[in-house]
T-cell receptor, first 114, second 120 residues
Framework: DTGVSQNPRHKITKRGQNVTFRCDPI?????LYWYRQTLGQGPEFLTY????????KSRLLSDRFSAERPKGSFSTLEIQRTEQGDSAMYLC????????????FGPGTRLLVL | AQTVTQSQPEMSVQEAETVTLSCTYD???????LFWYKQPPSRQMILVIR??????QNATENRFSVNFQKAAKSFSLKISDSQLGDAAMYFC?????????????????FGRGTQLTVWP
C-alpha cells in the first residue's frame, strides 16, 4: 500500500490552456473523490466515482471540467480553457466502500494559472 | 446542505500543554460520521481521529481525543502533551451515513480550518 498519489505535484499554465491531473488511489479502494482547496479554505467537493461510474458532480464543476476513471483504477481531472480562478490545490482521495469509508488523501496538485 | 464551522482561524499552544480546537456543524440527519484531519505545511492531509454519531463514547487516539456533543452539534478536538510536530492546519469534516450505497453520501464537508502553532 503506497497511498494515494497525484501527478503532477505542481502545474503552472497560462490562461486558456488545458491541463490534466492524474490520481492513483489505494489499489483496493473502489471510491475516488476530487476536491478543490483554495487559500484559507477547507477542501470543497468536486466529484466522486464509485468504480468507473461518476456518481455526482458539484455545482463547482463547470462544463470546462471533466473527470474520468477508466476501468475503476486511476482517475484524471481535466480543466479546459483555464481561468485564473481555477488556481487552487486539487486533492484526490480514495476510500473503500463500507463501514467508516475513511478517505485517504493524496498530496494534491497545485495549479497556478497566469 | 450540511455546514461545518470552525470558529478559530488560529490557535497556539506551548509544547507539552493541552489545546482544544472547536468545531460545530449543522445537520438534520441522525446518523453521520465526524472526522478531524491534519494538514502539515506542504504535506498531505492525514486522518487524526473519527467519531460515529450513534456512539456516545468520545473517541480517543493516543494524545488526541474528542468531545462530541450530539445535541449541541459540537465536535471539539483536544490535543494533550502538544508536540512541535502537531503544528499544522486542522480541519473538521462531516460525512453523511445512509443505506443507499449508490448515493453520493460519501462526500466530506469541511470547515475552514484552524491553524495550530506549537511554541517550544
Amino acid at each position: 500500500d503506497t497511498g494515494v498519489s497525484q501527478n503532477p505535484r505542481h502545474k503552472i499554465t497560462k490562461r486558456g490552456q488545458n491541463v490534466t491531473f492524474r490520481c492513483d488511489p489505494i489499489s483496493e479502494h473502489n471510491r475516488l473523490y476530487w476536491y478543490r482547496q483554495t487559500l484559507g479554505q477547507g477542501p470543497e467537493f468536486l466529484t466522486y466515482f464509485q468504480n468507473e461510474a461518476q456518481l455526482e458532480k458539484s455545482r463547482l464543476l463547470s462544463d470546462r471540467f471533466s473527470a474520468e476513471r477508466p476501468k475503476g483504477s486511476f482517475s484524471t481531472l481535466e480543466i479546459q480553457r483555464t481561468e485564473q480562478g481555477d488556481s487552487a490545490m486539487y486533492l484526490c482521495a480514495s476510500s473503500l466502500e463500507g463501514g467508516w469509508e475513511t478517505q485517504y488523501f493524496g498530496p494534491g496538485t497545485r495549479l497556478l494559472v497566469l | 446542505a450540511q455546514t461545518v464551522t470552525q470558529s478559530q482561524p488560529e490557535m497556539s499552544v506551548q509544547e507539552a500543554e493541552t489545546v482544544t480546537l472547536s468545531c460545530t456543524y449543522d445537520t438534520s440527519e441522525s446518523d453521520y460520521y465526524l472526522f478531524w484531519y491534519k494538514q502539515p505545511p506542504s504535506r498531505q492531509m492525514i486522518l487524526v481521529i473519527r467519531q460515529e454519531a450513534y456512539k456516545q463514547q468520545n473517541a480517543t487516539e493516543n494524545r488526541f481525543s474528542v468531545n462530541f456533543q450530539k445535541a449541541a452539534k459540537s465536535f471539539s478536538l483536544k490535543i494533550s502533551d502538544s508536540q512541535l510536530g502537531d503544528a499544522a492546519m486542522y480541519f473538521c469534516a462531516y460525512r453523511s451515513e445512509g443505506s443507499d450505497r449508490g448515493s453520493t453520501l460519501g462526500r466530506l464537508y469541511f470547515g475552514r480550518g484552524t491553524q495550530l502553532t506549537v511554541w517550544p
